[in-house]
Antibody, heavy 121, light 108 residues
Framework: QVQLVQSGSEVKKPGASVKVSCEASGYTFTSYDVNWVRQATGQGLEWMGWMNPNSGDTGYAQKFQGRVTLTRNTSKSTAYMELSSLRSDDTAVYYC??????????????WGQGTLVTVSS | SYVLTQPPSVSVPPGQTARISCGGNNIGTKIVDWHQQKPGQAPVLVVYDNTDRPSGIPERFSGSNSGNTATLTISRVEAGDEADYYCQVWDSSSDHWVFGGGTKLTVL
């Protein structure tokens, strides 16, 4: 069965960087885009960017341009999200999600369990 | 950028029908997906491609999309349906995924 397993919680100081991993299993990792979404406590879902694990191509939400980097290690079937210059308002749960594309549309069909990143001095 | 507007909350008694709206400019020309999120859990896809259900999602969940409003309808609501629901579209003009602000469904 398809699973996306994310790395554990992180606590970082303002100005630092964090790197969250998302290990895929149960399918061919390079066949589906991986996206990243975050959710601050009590808030809604916020899309951050996408990555094609086959080509390494990426696209980022304008809000995070220059601060987020999406990468992958195909030998480990793992995607990574690195966010730099952390601020207190980056405190959130970060999710990875697989995007499946049919002939007619694309959609998030599986999500990771989420990784809490806390930014605090 | 494209904006999706959802009501913050919807309340219905058990056994009744819940309708959660998602408003957007000409959203009927886009493809809408819906995710359910229970407290402390990751989101779960409940409707994709406007009207389709993933395997394992009850037939009680259905979607529609026309004009400026997409709607998630949950028939015969159960206590276990209490959750936050988010609509989502791909905005091709900005190449961004966009989420609505979410609607908290309360089963009275």
């Amino acid at each position: 069965q398809v699973q996306l397993v994310q790395s554990g919680s992180e606590v970082k100081k303002p100005g630092a960087s964090v790197k969250v991993s998302c290990e895929a299993s149960g399918y061919t990792f390079t066949s589906y885009d991986v996206n990243w979404v975050r959710q601050a406590t009590g808030q809604g879902l916020e899309w951050m960017g996408w990555m094609n694990p086959n080509s390494g191509d990426t696209g980022y939400a304008q809000k995070f341009q220059g601060r987020v980097t999406l990468t992958r290690n195909t030998s480990k079937s793992t995607a990574y999200m690195e966010l730099s210059s952390l601020r207190s308002d980056d405190t959130a749960v970060y999710y990875c999600g697989r995007v499946y594309c049919s002939r007619t549309s694309c959609y998030f069909d599986y999500w990771g369990q989420g990784t809490l990143v806390t930014v605090s001095s | 950028s494209y904006v999706l507007t959802q009501p913050p909350s919807v309340s219905v008694p058990p056994g009744q029908t819940a309708r959660i709206s998602c408003g957007g400019n000409n959203i009927g020309t886009k493809i809408v997906d819906w995710h359910q999120q229970k407290p402390g859990q990751a989101p779960v896809l409940v409707v994709y491609d406007n009207t389709d259900r993933p395997s394992g999602i009850p037939e009680r969940f259905s979607g529609s999309n026309s004009g400026n409003t997409a709607t998630l309808t949950i028939s015969r609501v159960e206590a276990g349906d209490e959750a936050d629901y988010y609509c989502q579209v791909w905005d091709s003009s900005s190449d961004h995924w966009v989420f609505g602000g979410g609607t908290k469904l309360t089963v009275l």
